[in-house]
């Protein structure tokens, strides 16, 4: 069974950095895309981009391109997302994804508050 | 970018009535990547469909998908309450993966 596993809720100020993470089990992590969705309060979804552990190849959508940076560390079966300097206007719940064929597995969701 | 729009953006229906929700994309989504997922209040999104058809584990039979190329459908029969939720589709195979708007299902 495919499991996803996020960490957990941060609380950090303007400015700061961060970085969350997602651990995949129960399929090959290497050969499979895995990715970050957001959402907003009150809000849909929306997708920011993707990783292909195996050769890091990375795909960001153009709304979240120099945003932030996805990466994935292939020994730990572990994907990230990073900010450099939030904003309050990061705010939101992060969820992570992944595809193995057709399936489309997520992570619980993470709540990053961004508030001086 | 595949651009993915869904109508109506509310359905407000009667138990045990059909919902039948569109997702219709700006081009042809490949390899049948194409995925609803159900959303309430204060929860994450749960998977109801993937690979255009196929029910993901626990969902009631109630719940089907159809539809190719560019045009997908979500059909829910026999409503309840439980049912009110926004429903979500999403396109997986070509990169930016994407999500439509939502649909919102109030059951009255």
């Known amino acids: 069974e495919v499991q996803l596993v996020q960490s957990g809720a941060e609380v950090k100020k303007p400015g700061e950095s961060l970085k969350i993470s997602c651990k995949g089990s129960?399929?090959?992590?290497?050969?499979?895309?895995i990715g970050w969705v957001r959402q907003m309060p009150g809000k849909g979804l929306e997708w920011m981009g993707i990783?292909?552990?195996?050769?890091?190849?990375?795909r960001y959508s153009p709304s979240f391109q120099g945003q932030v940076t996805i990466s994935a560390d292939m020994s730990i079966t572990t994907a990230y997302l990073q900010w450099s300097s939030l904003r309050a206007s990061d705010t939101a719940v992060y969820y992570c994804?992944?595809?193995?064929?057709?399936?489309?597995?997520w992570g619980q969701g993470a709540l990053v508050t961004v508030s001086s | 970018e595949i651009v993915l729009t869904q109508s109506p953006g509310t359905l407000s229906l009667s138990p045990g009535e059909r919902a039948t929700l569109s997702c219709r994309a700006s081009?042809?989504?490949?390899?049948?990547?194409l995925a609803w997922y159900q959303q309430k209040p204060g929860q994450a999104p749960r998977l109801v469909i993937y690979?255009?058809?196929t029910r993901a584990t626990g969902i009631p039979d109630k719940f089907s998908g159809s539809g190719s190329g560019t045009d997908f459908t979500l059909t829910i029969n026999r409503l309840e309450p439980e049912d009110s939720a926004v429903y979500y589709c999403?396109?997986?195979?070509?990169?930016?993966?994407?999500f439509g708007q939502g649909t919102k299902v109030e059951i009255k």
């Open positions: 994804t992944a595809r193995t064929g057709t399936y489309i597995s």
């Open positions: 129960g399929y090959s992590f290497t050969n499979h895309w």
């Open positions: 990783i292909y552990p195996s050769d890091s190849d990375t």
């Open positions: 081009q042809s989504v490949s390899s049948n990547y």
């Open positions: 690979g255009v058809s």
């Open positions: 999403q396109q997986y195979g070509g990169s930016p993966w994407t």
